[in-house]
């Protein structure tokens, strides 16, 4: 599967001035298993194939990008899945669309409370899902592990190190955005815009390195993570229209949002050099209600 890997445009935008802008279009490395996904479950399931696991198992929200290339990449890689989402009332709805997906995938759907859910991290948990699924290799929430950074600081390459002076991404749960500063040089800034409010993501992203040339912007999240407005919707359209640059709003249309609010400030000098990951997740362009 992983030998499919498409090699990596970067898409120019150009008409911002001095200033020089492209996006990195990880959303076309691989036909179903886009953007950083891809990326951050290599090293996790030829880890959990040496280890000789026959299922994968993992945790997301109703509308997880995670949930769904997890399911994309266990169905060809030949790994049955189990996801366990947030929110046990959804068991008793119609299945949304990613979701659904994921169910024709073979990943089979464990519906638990909001409570259960935020202990979901804890030993106590994750011992008993273990003993509940023996064969099954556990990966985090988002994907976010040492195995999941080897796969993202990869992302960048020789080229990108040496003509970008800034590099920026949407952030999650913060195993991209380590992965991008471990693999840039000290002359390079990461910028990362949260999802998701508040700002904790630091501390997290601490835990991956002891660099500090990045920095996250948890400015504007337009009411939290998922939630997003008319100004951000038709921000996403016209960027789409003009650039034939596909968003979506729940990550990739609210970091280039930001990221275009600094550049019209002029909060970067003359000639500056950004790159911006665009990390994937096209197929959440279906709202969440």
Request: glycine fraction near 8%; charge should be negative.
């Given at each position: 599967?992983?030998?499919?890997?498409?090699?990596?445009p970067?898409?120019?935008?150009?008409?911002?001035?001095?200033?020089?802008?492209?996006?990195?279009?990880?959303?076309?490395?691989?036909?179903?298993?886009s953007?950083?996904?891809?990326?951050k479950?290599?090293?996790?399931?030829?880890?959990?194939?040496?280890?000789?696991?026959?299922?994968?198992?993992?945790?997301?929200?109703?509308?997880?990008?995670?949930?769904?290339?997890?399911?994309?990449?266990?169905?060809?890689?030949?790994?049955?899945?189990?996801?366990i989402?947030?929110?046990?009332?959804?068991?008793?709805?119609?299945?949304?669309?990613?979701?659904?997906?994921?169910?024709?995938?073979?990943?089979?759907?464990?519906?638990?409370?909001?409570?259960?859910?935020?202990?979901?991290?804890t030993?106590?948990?994750?011992?008993?899902?273990q003993?509940?699924?023996?064969?099954?290799?556990i990966?985090?929430?988002?994907?976010?592990?040492?195995?999941?950074?080897?796969?993202?600081?990869?992302?960048?390459?020789?080229?990108?190190?040496e003509?970008?002076?800034?590099?920026?991404?949407?952030?999650?749960?913060?195993?991209?955005?380590?992965?991008?500063?471990?693999?840039?040089?000290?002359?390079?800034?990461?910028?990362?815009?949260?999802?998701?409010?508040?700002?904790?993501?630091?501390?997290?992203?601490?835990?991956?390195?002891?660099?500090?040339?990045?920095?996250?912007?948890?400015?504007?999240?337009?009411?939290?993570?998922?939630?997003?407005?008319?100004?951000?919707?038709?921000?996403?359209?016209?960027?789409?229209?003009?650039?034939?640059?596909?968003?979506?709003?729940?990550?990739?249309?609210?970091?280039f949002?930001?990221?275009?609010?600094?550049?019209?400030?002029?909060?970067?000098?003359?000639?500056?050099?950004?790159?911006?990951?665009?990390?994937?997740?096209?197929?959440?362009?279906?709202?969440?209600?």
């Amino acid at each position: 599967m992983f030998e499919q890997f498409k090699e990596i445009p970067n898409q120019h935008i150009d008409d911002l001035g001095e200033i020089q802008l492209s996006v990195k279009r990880l959303d076309l490395v691989h036909p179903t298993i886009s953007g950083n996904k891809f990326f951050k479950l290599k090293y996790n399931l030829l880890e959990a194939r040496k280890l000789g696991y026959t299922q994968l198992l993992s945790f997301g929200g109703a509308y997880s990008n995670h949930i769904y290339a997890l399911a994309q990449a266990a169905h060809a890689f030949g790994f049955d899945s189990i996801g366990i989402i947030r929110g046990e009332e959804l068991q008793n709805q119609v299945l949304n669309p990613m979701l659904a997906t994921a169910s024709k995938l073979g990943m089979q759907l464990q519906f638990i409370s909001r409570q259960d859910y935020r202990r979901k991290h804890t030993p106590e948990f994750l011992a008993k899902l273990q003993q509940h699924y023996p064969n099954a290799y556990i990966i985090p929430e988002g994907g976010s592990n040492d195995l999941a950074i080897n796969g993202t600081t990869e992302i960048l390459t020789d080229f990108d190190r040496e003509n970008f002076d800034v590099i920026c991404c949407a952030v999650g749960t913060g195993g991209t955005i380590a992965g991008l500063i471990h693999a840039s040089t000290p002359q390079q800034k990461v910028i990362g815009f949260s999802a998701l409010k508040g700002d904790f993501l630091n501390d997290e992203v601490r835990k991956w390195t002891t660099k500090d040339n990045w920095q996250i912007y948890p400015d504007d999240t337009f009411g939290g993570y998922a939630k997003y407005d008319e100004r951000l919707l038709n921000f996403v359209k016209d960027v789409s229209e003009k650039y034939q640059l596909p968003l979506e709003p729940i990550y990739t249309g609210k970091a280039f949002y930001q990221l275009w609010q600094l550049i019209q400030q002029n909060l970067f000098t003359a000639s500056t050099r950004i790159l911006f990951i665009h990390t994937g997740g096209l197929h959440s362009n279906i709202p969440p209600h």
